[in-house]
Nanobody, 127 residues
Framework: QVQLVESGGGLVQAGGSLRLSCAVSGITLDYYNIGWFRQAPGKEREEVSCIGTTDDGIYYSDSVKGRFTISRDNANNTGYLQMNSLKPEDTALYYC????????????????????WGQGTQVTVSS
């Protein structure tokens, strides 16, 4: 059974930092792309950042570019999202997801490509 479990969310003041983790079991992460997505109340889910299997493909949405850093630790089957300079508009439920290797680069952060999803971790940024 494939499981993705996010952790590291919480309440932080604007300008602060959080590091999200995504612990994966049931699949070997070496062969999967990792994506981070978020959904704020009343808004549609949006892509945040995604990373390919060989790290040569990395995507950041314009809203987080320069502030967030995605990474992966295949040895520990874990993905990470380092979030710095957080803003109130970053408040959302953050999900990690996994997609099989072989995605075309322009599809790297397309939610429909992701087979496995976690339950999400809440990030709240106060002003």
């Amino acid at each position: 059974q494939v499981q993705l479990v996010e952790s590291g969310g919480g309440l932080v003041q604007a300008g602060g930092s959080l590091r999200l983790s995504c612990a994966v079991s049931g699949i070997t992460l070496d062969y999967y792309n990792i994506g981070w997505f978020r959904q704020a109340p009343g808004k549609e889910r949006e892509e945040v950042s995604c990373i390919g299997t060989t790290d040569d493909g990395i995507y950041y949405s314009d809203s987080v570019k320069g502030r967030f850093t995605i990474s992966r630790d295949n040895a520990n089957n874990t993905g990470y999202l380092q979030m710095n300079s957080l803003k109130p508009e970053d408040t959302a439920l953050y999900y990690c997801a996994a997609a099989p290797q072989g995605l075309l680069l322009f599809r790297l952060c397309t939610p429909d490509e992701y087979n496995y999803w976690g339950q999400g971790t809440q990030v709240t940024v106060s002003s």
